[in-house]
């Protein structure tokens, strides 16, 4: 499920809201389907033509829920210890990363034939990790990213 909301706050500023929630279950064996993405909230305002000049402003935040609905797929293994016996352990796979949120920003000008932009994502440099990478238990998303964009077109 997806809902937008697109808002004029004035003549030109806008506020536009993002919600998706998808809910998945295999109904055989009453689990969780794996891999389902978590809540959703995206919520952006954009200022266009700031003072007269072509240039757009846009600030988004980006809130992403943690995922409480997975199965169990955890396992144990056996594992030599100091004794010269074996220790079981349980290696974790299906716990989830924590929730997050995001802060990113982009400006764009428009000229005849052109367009320039530059965004930052992830402004405040957070620490996060997206239930759908599957290399989330090694280490954490990209950090800040700025991004310089130029289209012509013939």
Do not use: H
Request: no cysteine; aromatic share 14%; net charge negative.
């Amino acid at each position: 499920m997806g809902r937008d909301l697109l808002y004029k706050l004035k003549k030109r500023l806008n506020l536009t809201s993002n919600f998706s929630y998808i809910r998945g279950s295999d109904t055989d064996i009453d689990e969780p389907l794996i891999d389902m993405p978590p809540v959703q909230f995206d919520n952006a305002i954009t200022w266009y033509d700031v003072a007269n000049s072509g240039l757009d402003f846009k600030v988004i935040n980006q809130s992403v829920l943690r995922q409480n609905r997975f199965p169990d797929n955890n396992y144990s293994v056996e594992v030599p210890n100091d004794a010269g016996g074996f220790d079981t352990q349980i290696v974790n796979i299906s716990q989830t990363p924590a929730a997050y949120s995001l802060w990113n920003a982009g400006l764009s000008y428009a000229f005849s034939k052109a367009q320039l932009n530059l965004s930052v994502n992830n402004i405040f440099n957070t620490n996060y990790r997206n239930y759908l990478n599957r290399q989330r238990f090694y280490s954490d998303e990209v950090g800040r990213d700025i991004q310089l964009q130029f289209i012509y077109n013939l």
